[in-house]
Structure formats: C-alpha cells, structure tokens
Nanobody
C-alpha cells in the first residue's frame, strides 16, 4: 500500500525558507513521477513542481520558478521541495502526490493524473 507522508510545514516570515519532505513507502518509485501541489480554501489544487524519480528531470509552476527546487533522495525514498524567498501568497496546504503512469511531462501539472496523495502540510508565510 502506497503511503506518502509530508512534513516540514510551518510559519515563516516573508523572504524566509522552508524545506518540505515527502516520505514515500509501499513500493518502488523509480518509475514514478512525484509532484507537489498546494491548495487554499475555496480554490482548486495548484501545481507547484514535479520530478521524475528515475532521471530527476523536473518541472515548475511559473509562480515558483527560481525560488523553489524539487529533489529526491533515492536512499531515503523521499522527495523534497526547498522553498526560498517565500511570499505571503505561497501560504497554502502543500500536498505530495505520486503517479506511476505519467509519461508526458506536459501532464505533470494535472492533479487528476496522480494516483496517490499525502495528507498535506500547512505552510503559512507572514508579511
């Protein structure tokens, strides 16, 4: 059974940094795409970043390019997103997701393409 557990959220001032972690278990993820999404009340889930576990290729939402970096640690079966220069508009619940069937990178930003989701971790950026 696939399990994704996020951690690392919290309260930070604008301009600060946080690193979110997503510990994955339940199967081998070498052929998976791992994504980070975020959501605020009343809004749809929004793509943040995604990484192909096998070759570490990645994609980012325009809103986070240059500020966020996604990475993975094969030994720990964990995906990270390093978030720098945080802004109040980055405030959201951040979710980790996994897909074993994504082949087209242009679809990595679609929440419907992901099979498994974590419970989320709250990130709050104060101004």
């Amino acid at each position: 059974q696939v399990q994704l557990v996020e951690s690392g959220g919290g309260l930070v001032q604008a301009g600060g940094s946080l690193r979110l972690s997503c510990a994955a278990s339940g199967r081998t993820f070498i052929n998976y795409v791992m994504g980070w999404f975020r959501q605020t009340p009343g809004r749809e889930r929004e793509f943040v970043a995604a990484i192909n576990w096998s070759d570490a290729s990645s994609r980012y939402a325009d809103s986070v390019k240059g500020r966020f970096t996604i990475s993975r640690d094969n030994a720990k079966n964990t995906v990270y997103v390093q978030m720098n220069s945080l802004k109040p508009e980055d405030t959201a619940v951040y979710y980790c997701a996994a897909s074993g069937s994504l082949r087209n990178p242009t679809l990595w930003s679609w929440p419907s393409q992901y099979d498994y989701w974590g419970q989320g971790t709250q990130v709050t950026v104060s101004s």
